[in-house]
């Protein structure tokens, strides 16, 4: 609730406070206690006006709570190797902490180069079109026998195998035109019939049911997991780039110290000249030149690492375009998928099963009626096809058949040529496609490797450590938290709340620091109320000064968040006001009585209230008044002589 308290210094409230109350109990014990004559006005009754500080606030207290704070764990489970930071130590964002056992990793990553370099090679293989000797080989037989076969139609040398299997059709051809003829169906071909009709009746009403719940269930799926994906995807991107970005950045600091070493030895052993200091003779001399040119190593090593730190940045910057592209592209095919699922069957599938139903029960009624005169006259034609088959073994092929056996001849000819020419977009696309999925791998295990280094994901201070080389890596390993923007939450209540701004001042204190005290400000009040306990709060938010070593996170903290200050205003208890209509009065010693005086009131801490009329400074009042002057009580609880 709203309180505050009269006080003539910052530090020294409390103990006017307390001073007051004994004050204000010595006042009331005549009345508590029974008066004998409650018109008679004692000096133990009355107080006198004075002048003093009015401070109206808002109390409350609360825990210290970090900037932010994390538990760390790594993306990948493994045995841990190093630990490189202690409890308490300050850390900067991107600083390795940790890392565990990667040689399995760096295994990976060589087996996913290895993928890399093979599906390479076949992309070059197929680029220079280098036709393997078994493939040619195969080629070339399909070649000697479609000239096989052409030879064998223009000649018409059957074998008796040939013309045992053309008789065989004949044969079956003359018993499905006796069949066309009787309709002789038997009872599976009636099974198989009517098994089609009802699954084309299903079908035709499951297209005009709409879309199922199920389809759309699982398009919507689809599509929430493509979703989904894209946002892995941007979120794995983002953090390779900036992975690489960090590793771009340290090889270039490593370049920068690198000639700063370079720099110092060159003119350690160098004169203004650009001349060596000591001469080939002078002790010294070779040790002199191996550390110049171990320092020009040195450079030149750093520039090549950067260099490839660049490329690799590069690299990810690509990657992630076609990455994105990807995923977009997958949302966008589901989000199609979806739609047609629910728009659901058109016109022209509903017309095509309404005509696959009437086919199936004509094919029914056929069978049950025997052939129609077509079906008669399509048998007859398939048996004269057959018979036309037989007499071409025998006779040779006509022109028609010798063209079709050229026609394969030359397909089978133009079949090797290809073998030899240049390869098509297709298969060039299928193997670029092979690396590009190559490469992908590569960067997975990558990415697994560098998982198992632990860094900082902000600057802050390692509160605890629970791991150790050799053990395992599960769960929270560490937790850091970060100190540079402290502060305490304040529940308060609507009344309280609605008095209340930001940036308004609050007097810090801590219990647990005796001679610590700062100031505050309010830094956030939620613009949505909470219910605790049955019970409409607020949280508010008081900034709390982080330079102090002292103050330590989970201190609890008494805040003040000051409303109003006056300074210099007439004060009258509070025990002194009586109400009368919509204001208030005092009463005021008059000979042997009392009499009323109307007062306009200011603001109050809940002890004290400012008079702005009625009273002046060094006016006595009683203390604590009856509540009404020509009252029969005595005593402030009443009874009577």
Known sequence: MAESSAQPKKRGYKWFVIGGAVLLALVLMPFVFGGDDPSTVSASTTTTIQRGRLVSSVLGSGTINPKQSLDLTFQTTGIVSTVLVSEGQQVVAGQMLAELDDRNLALSVLSAEANLQSAQARLRQTQEGNARPEDLAASQASVDNAKANLQKTVTGNATAADIASAQASVANAEAQLRKAKNGTATPADLANAEASVRSAQAKLDDLRAGPKPEKVSSAQATLDQAKSSLEQVKSDASKAKNQASLDRDT??????????????????????????????????????????????????????????????????????????????????????????????????????????????KANLDKLKQGGTADDVAAAQANLDQAKANLRKLTQGGTAADVAAARANVDQAEANLDKLTAPPTDTDLAIQEAAVSQSEQSLKQAQLQRDNATLRAPFAGVITSVSIVPGGPSSGAVMHILDRSGLYVELNLSETDVALV?????????????????????????????????????????????????????????????????????????????????????????????????????????????????????????IAVPTAASDSGNGGLFGGGR
């Not at 009040?525 to 000064?545: L, Q």
């Not at 201190?555 to 025990?575: A, R, Y």
């Not at 208030?584 to 400012?610: H, K, N, W, Y």
């Open 251 to 360: 090889a270039a600091n490593a370049v920068r110290n690198a000639q700063t070493s370079l720099s110092q030895v060159y003119w350690e052993t160098h004169d203004a000249d650009g001349n060596w200091k000591k001469k080939p003779d002078d002790f010294g001399y070779q040790t002199d030149v191996d550390r110049y040119n171990n320092a020009v190593r040195d450079e030149q090593d750093a520039q090549t690492k950067l260099d490839a730190a660049q490329l690799a940045y590069d690299n990810a910057v690509t990657q992630e375009g076609l990455d994105i592209a990807n995923a977009e592209a997958k949302v966008r095919d589901a989000e199609v998928q979806l739609q047609t699922v629910l728009k659901g069957a058109t016109a022209l599938e509903i017309t095509q099963a309404e005509a696959a139903l009437d086919q199936a």
């Open 501 to 621: 701004t930001l940036n308004q001042k609050v007097e810090l204190t801590i219990d647990a620091l005796d001679a610590w005290s700062a100031e505050g400000t309010v830094s956030y009040i939620s613009p949505v109320a909470e219910v605790s306990n049955g019970v409409v709060i607020y949280r508010v938010k008081i900034s709390v000064p982080s330079n102090d070593p002292m103050v330590k996170v989970g201190m609890t903290v008494n805040t003040n968040i000051i409303l109003s200050e006056k300074s210099d205003v007439l004060l009258v208890p509070n025990s002194a006001l009586l109400p009368k209509g919509s204001g208030r009065v005092v009463q005021v010693p008059d000979g042997a009585g009392v009499r009323e005086v109307d007062v306009v009131t200011g603001i109050s801490d809940g002890s004290f209230t400012e008079v702005l009329s009625g009273l002046n400074e060094g006016d006595t009042i």
